[in-house]
């Protein structure tokens, strides 16, 4: 395999050694790229792991300074500004892609694997090894350590809220207060848990489960969804001034255009006023049209008309002169308008006029607050299966912190309430694994027994990086967890608070099963690409070199 960069001169003109990188070269170049990638985040992985400050945009694409201390939303930050310049780079971070927008976890486990991996996989072919025993030798790891998993996991019930705060904990690996945690962790359980129940069969919808943060705000959990939009994007009217109690509310995902059905058409298609009176019945007609929709509408029984577009103010006071309450401009996200509806057991309609009490959604609370720079919406106690999990904090990067340790909880939760199977954390699957692979090896016939023993030594780069990332001795650490899996796979980890194995099942350290998995397929997948490359051309052009600036990207 070949890695290869197009050039507009013509190759025939120049001799093939020029902008060719073989062998040792290639191998360094590839190994310089990814140990450069996985320098971004390594420290970041664990408990005990360091943040990052990125410069990135926020939804509004405004300019945005975050605290990153995932790998997955780090590469997010850093593709959404220039991006990774370097093939190889690129090829690496777009082969855990795929993970970080499945699952949300295991980022940071499955970079670091690979990187492990590729390490032991061109030391063995500098031996000697053909890199084809080692991607064969990987292979049976691979298969290997999935007996060893199902040994290791434990079955979850969707309606074991304990196990399930556990998988959250776990998972919110960011600096929240341990209180701020589990309370977070119990809300995303229990909302996973009820999503689960109206869900069909197994499935849980997390696009159901809304986060919304913003500084001083109470942390607590609706029933129904929280519209959020930007307090400085200018929607018309006064919003809900006053709570309204049992609403029926409307939603409309068109421009409600009142002009366009005007009767009086003065010279053809479009409005055409030639004189003063026309120009005055245009304005009657066009406003009895308005207050005949607003009363079409009190009399049907609507509270709340939602509207995805802004309405024009005039729309907008004769609603509310009519006693109706008006939130428009409900674009952020413009999902939310239909999120809505679920929740509200309502229909989305593109035009007044076909509205129906049967299209009316019911909210038993609608109120309206200012959040931060935001003005939020809450529509509580409503039938759909749809939950809003709001919280805050006291400063902008504590906020931050929440927001995104709930968001990722809540795909990590709900992938455990799926597949209905846990592992112990703290690095126990990952020592399980290697210790279980080291002692089989020699049932291996050929030289890819050394695959197998190399696949075993890249393991336990995992809890190794713990240990350090904790202020720990990785070498005593991957010693200590040798000796507890030598009679087989325990859930013996490590703690990010002492140097002592402890037992992750008691110390409540669980994630899913195939947030392991993945990372494993995910990295070995990757290593099978980069290990094949033989070759690096780069026609015509200086082979650059590549140093991250994790920092401000």
């Known amino acids: 395999m070949a890695v290869q960069r197009s050039d507009d001169a013509r190759l025939d003109d120049r001799d093939r050694n020029d902008w060719t990188l073989r062998d040792e070269d290639a191998r360094e170049y590839v190994r310089g790229a990814v140990d450069a990638t996985v320098a971004l985040v390594e420290s970041t992985y664990g408990p005990a792991g360091m943040e990052k400050l990125v410069g990135t945009t926020d939804r509004q694409n405004r300019e945005d300074l975050r605290r990153i201390d995932d790998a997955g939303r780090l590469f997010e930050a850093i593709e959404s500004g220039d991006g990774f310049g370097h093939p190889v780079a690129a090829l690496f971070v777009d082969g855990v892609d795929g993970m970080r927008n499945r699952l949300h976890d295991g980022t940071t486990a499955s970079v670091l694997l690979a990187s492990a991996l590729m390490d032991e996989g061109f030391d063995l072919v500098e031996r000697g090894l053909a890199p084809s025993s080692v991607v064969v030798g990987y292979g049976i790891a691979r298969s290997h350590a999935g007996d060893v998993l199902d040994e290791l996991a434990r079955p979850v019930d969707a309606d074991d809220e304990e196990t399930l705060a556990d998988v959250a904990t776990t998972t919110m690996t960011t600096a929240l207060d341990r209180n701020v945690q589990r309370d977070l962790a119990g809300r995303v ?7 689960g129940d109206a869900g069909d069969g197994d499935w849980v919808n997390t696009d159901h489960a809304k986060v919304l943060a913003a500084p001083g705000v109470e942390t607590r959990t609706y029933d129904g969804l929280v519209l959020s939009r930007p307090a400085d994007a200018g929607p018309n009217g006064q919003g809900v001034t006053e709570p309204i109690t049992d609403a029926r509310v409307a939603i409309v995902d068109r421009e409600i255009d009142f002009e366009e059905t005007a009767s009086v058409l003065d010279g053809g298609e479009g409005v055409h006023l030639s004189s003063p009176q026309a120009a005055t019945r245009y304005r009657n007609e066009l406003a009895a049209r308005i207050d005949a929709a607003a009363e079409r509408l009190v009399e049907g029984g609507v509270d709340v008309v939602v509207s995805l577009e802004k309405l024009d103010e005039s729309v907008v006071t004769a609603f509310e002169r009519a006693g109706l309450a008006v939130v428009d401009k409900a674009t952020y996200p413009k999902e939310d308008v239909y999120r809505l509806a679920t929740a509200t057991d309502g229909t989305v309609v593109s035009n007044l006029d076909d509205l129906t009490a049967d299209h009316l959604g019911r909210a038993d609370r609608v109120t309206e607050r200012r959040a931060g720079d935001e003005v939020w919406t809450v529509f509580d106690g409503c039938p759909g299966p749809v939950d809003t999990l709001v919280t805050g904090g006291a400063t902008e990067a ?138 690096v051309l780069y026609p015509n052009v200086e082979l650059y070199g590549y140093t991250p600036r994790p920092e401000r990207e």
């Open 398 to 535: 504590e906020v931050q912190r929440r927001e995104t340790a709930v968001e990722d909880a809540f795909e990590t939760v709900a992938t455990a309430a799926i597949d209905g199977q846990v592992l112990p954390g703290a690095g126990a699957p990952a020592a399980a694994v290697a210790a279980s692979l080291r002692e089989g090896a020699t049932t291996v016939s050929g030289r890819e027994q050394l695959a197998v023993r190399a696949f075993a030594d890249a393991l336990e780069r995992l809890p190794a990086t713990l240990a350090r990332n904790a202020g720990y001795d990785p070498v005593t650490a991957v010693t200590d967890l040798r000796s507890a899996h030598a009679s087989g796979p325990t859930a013996t980890g490590l703690s990010a608070e002492t140097d002592e194995p402890i037992d992750a099942w008691t110390a409540g350290i669980v994630e899913p099963r195939r947030v392991f998995s993945q990372a494993i397929e995910t990295a070995a997948a990757i290593v099978e690409q980069l290990l094949t490359i033989d070759s």
């Open 189 to 195: 359980a229990a909302t996973v848990r009820r999503l």
